[in-house]
């Protein structure tokens, strides 16, 4: 007859919390791992990649939501009343968007003028016909 002898205390590594260890015979008993109590969450590369999928989707709608709220109407604008004025020797773009402009606001008038004429450059050549709009 063979007798075993067990201490009565054992690592907290061995029982668990609140509970007695008991031995069996000819099996080491295995460690409880204990919770860290820090409260960190591990993801795993698959749960990387599916909070960033749903972060990218969270994205993409709010995208949707704020581009929804441009929306053109059916109907056509009413084009800007405009009249022709012919280039003299000499003229350039800032004076005759001074000459136009009501309110002083000239860098306004000449980018008016050019968007209107579809203008590369301030660049004018005598004779050329420009449309200018008819109140500045």
Same mark, same amino acid.
């Given at each position: ?7 009565t205390?054992?690592s907290?590594?061995?029982? &668990?919390? $609140?509970?007695? /260890?008991?031995?069996?015979? %000819?099996? =080491?008993? +295995? ?7 820090? !409260? ?6 698959r749960?990387?990649?599916v909070v960033?999928?749903?972060?990218l ?9 704020? &581009?929804? $709220?441009?929306? /053109?109407?059916?109907?056509? %604008?009413? =084009?800007? +009343?405009?009249?022709?004025?012919m280039?003299?020797? !000499?003229?350039?773009?800032w004076?005759?968007?001074?000459d ?6 000239v860098r ?9 004429? &579809?203008?590369?450059?301030? /660049?004018?050549?005598?004779?050329q ?8």
């Open positions: 007859m063979s007798t075993m002898t067990m201490s205390t054992m907290s590594s061995y029982a &668990a919390p $609140g509970r007695e /260890a008991r031995p069996v015979r %000819g099996l =080491p008993t +295995p460690p409880v791992r204990q919770a860290s109590g820090s !409260g960190q969450v591990r993801l795993t590369r749960g990387r990649a960033f999928a749903l972060a989707l969270v994205v993409l709608g709010l995208g949707v939501l704020w &581009a929804a $709220g441009s929306v /053109a109407t059916e109907q056509a %604008g009413q =084009p800007e +009343p405009t009249r022709v004025v280039v003299a020797p !000499g003229d350039t773009l004076q005759i968007a001074a136009i402009a009501d309110d002083g606001q306004a008038m000449v980018d008016k003028i050019e968007h209107l004429n &579809a203008l590369d450059s301030a /660049a004018l050549q005598s004779g016909r420009l449309q200018v709009p008819l109140h500045g």
